[in-house]
């Protein structure tokens, strides 16, 4: 297992796996069960996001296996749902930090192919990410729509703390925050 940053090679990977997780895509089953991402990626957002460094994939015998994204507020502010969770961020005081678009980033979306799930692999993903983003960021913030149960177990096993929860186009969220400054443990 190598958890690394992305490479416009691993494109059509972490499309396949993408594919297979997107929230528009799955039965309502497969959402309670499986877990999901909302955030799609074209080609050319995936070809952006690795150009700036900011993708992370895991690898198992040259087979992508996950995939992680992180990036400025600024960057994901294309999707409308992100400057709704910023603008949120005057409630959230989380240890002695008050979460600013400065100094923290948008972590996410995260995608684990189901048949690796529960072997750690998060842990891993994370931390090679973690070690990249510390050097800008001390504090990492996210969201994970509620329904998503795997995700938010998963999330709460590495140390993410539940800062906030939200509604937006009819569905609920967590805001989470992570102190970037705490290496996560490998297994």
Not at 131 to 155: C, E, G, M, R, V
């Amino acid at each position: 297992m190598i958890s690394r940053k992305a490479t416009p090679n691993d494109i059509p990977g972490i499309l396949a796996l993408q594919a297979q997780n997107l929230i528009s895509e799955l039965s309502e089953e497969q959402k309670a069960t499986n877990g999901f991402v909302t955030t799609p990626f074209t080609p050319e957002l995936l070809d952006e996001i690795i150009g700036l460094g900011w993708a992370f994939v895991t690898e198992i015998e040259g087979q992508i296996v996950a995939y992680l994204f992180g990036g400025s507020w600024p960057y994901y502010e294309k999707w409308p749902i992100f400057p709704y969770m910023t603008s949120r961020f005057l409630n959230w005081k989380f240890k002695e930090w008050e979460i600013t678009n400065e100094n923290s980033f948008q972590y996410g979306p995260v995608c684990i192919d189901a048949n690796h799930r529960g072997k750690q692999i998060i842990n891993h993903l994370f931390e090679a990410m973690r070690k990249d983003f510390i050097k800008a960021y001390p504090l990492a913030a996210t969201f994970i729509n509620q329904a998503n149960l795997i995700s938010t177990k998963a999330h709460l096993k590495l140390g993410w703390t539940i800062e906030d929860e939200f509604e937006y186009n009819n569905s609920k969220y967590y805001g989470l925050a992570y102190d970037m400054s705490i290496p996560v443990a490998l297994l």
